[in-house]
């Protein structure tokens, strides 16, 4: 069963920047699409960005030209860096994976990390 661990989250004032990280533990082969989701208090959880296979990317409009989602194959890894933070993007944020490991197909889901983005 491949495991998505997540880190990066913290308290950060507003205008801040966060990085938050998520790694596949052990072997894995590819990864097809992995996403980065948030859920705030008393709100659904919302899609934040993707990434496919190919590097193509795509954002919600709500973090459009502050957040970014570049990946490191090599690592497995896939990371969210966040720019000109607002306290509304106060959340848990989650990453998810879909690739193809030595025991076939997986789906994943990381165990979440919180932004907290307050003065």
């Known amino acids: 069963q491949v495991q998505l661990v997540e880190s990066g989250g913290g308290l950060v004032q507003p205008g801040g920047s966060l990085r938050l990280s998520c790694a596949a533990s052990?072997?894995?082969?590819?990864?097809?699409?992995a996403n980065w989701y948030r859920q705030a208090p008393g709100k659904q959880r919302e899609l934040v960005a993707i990434?496919?296979?190919?590097?193509?990317?795509n954002y919600a409009d709500s973090v459009k030209g502050r957040f970014t989602i570049p990946r490191d194959n090599a690592k497995n890894a896939v990371y969210l860096q966040l720019n000109s933070l607002k306290p509304e993007d106060t959340a848990v944020y989650y990453c998810?994976?879909?690739?193809?490991?030595?025991?076939?197909?997986?789906?994943?889901w990381g165990q979440g990390t919180q932004v907290t983005v307050s003065s």
């Open positions: 998810s994976a879909d690739g193809v490991g030595p025991s076939g197909l997986f789906a994943s």
């Open positions: 052990g072997s894995i082969f590819n990864i097809y699409i």
């Open positions: 990434i496919n296979n190919a590097g193509s990317t």
